[in-house]
């Protein structure tokens, strides 16, 4: 039985409707397990009340849900590396909040992680063994952006971009100083530096079930995935950038995000505590 501690991020941009449901059903889940765990959702500069929602939710839950926050859209690697500098846990999961790969995988994945002795886990859509249900288009894109990452990097994964994964916290110490994308090619720039400096990664099967009704990738975003996946392999291949960049510990670079953490005095409702009502 898995008996490390768990720090699960969550990024959250404008899940006002699901966050509250979905952080129940995620500690429901982890609670069931026996795990010793935390969830830290980021809010990712949504437009809607998914920050106040979320913390809502959480009063219910005390220190083992924790909400953190800032102004400005990032993108999801940047909600990811925010909510990491926040973790307490020896392993960290990275789980989607719209709930499209449930928690209940994550006992699988910790176990490949020990089978395996890896040091990275990544959920895999192109896994032979996975149960995957999403639009034919996604399908088209995965592949064809996999042969792409696997030509430029040669990384041992079939799918880089599926959002359950799990990591040694020991790996984004070392990693997350190095990475400057924030957006859709994000991925590719962790897992190319982890492969760089030697530690193992693997991949699992999951299971997806895709409720979105319209994707949030358009023909833009399409580009800017491809500039974005020239410019790691130009910085890891020709520059050799990553090897210059010295060693930040996860709390100092906290420190350069300018977010916060909603603590449990500044969570409660309006109606509970009128001064501590979160913009």
Known sequence: MFTGRLSVVMPAYNESASIGTNIAETVKTLSGFGYDYEIIVVDDGSVDDTHSCAAETALRYGPTVRV?????????????????????????????????????????????????????????????????QYPTIRR??????????????????????????????????????????KRFAFDIEVLANAHRLGYRIVDSPVTLRFTRRYGRITLNDIWTILIDTLAIFYRLRVRRYYDRVPSCSLVALRHQLHSRELLPELKAPPEHKQAAAVP
């Open 140 to 181: 088209l894109y995965s592949c064809v952006y996999s042969a792409l990452v696997w030509l430029l990097f040669g990384l041992p994964l079939r799918d880089t971009q599926t959002g359950l994964k799990v990591f040694r916290r020991q790996v984004l110490q070392d990693v997350f100083p190095r990475v400057l994308v």
């Open 68 to 132: 953190v926050r800032y102004d400005e859209n990032r993108g999801k690697g940047g909600a990811l590396i925010c909510g990491t500098t926040y973790a307490t846990g020896e392993y960290i999961v990275f789980l989607d909040a719209d709930m499209e790969l449930h928690p209940e995988q994550l006992p699988f994945l910790l176990e490949v992680l020990a089978a395996r002795g890896a040091d990275v886990v990544v959920g895999s859509k192109r896994h032979p063994l996975s149960n995957v």
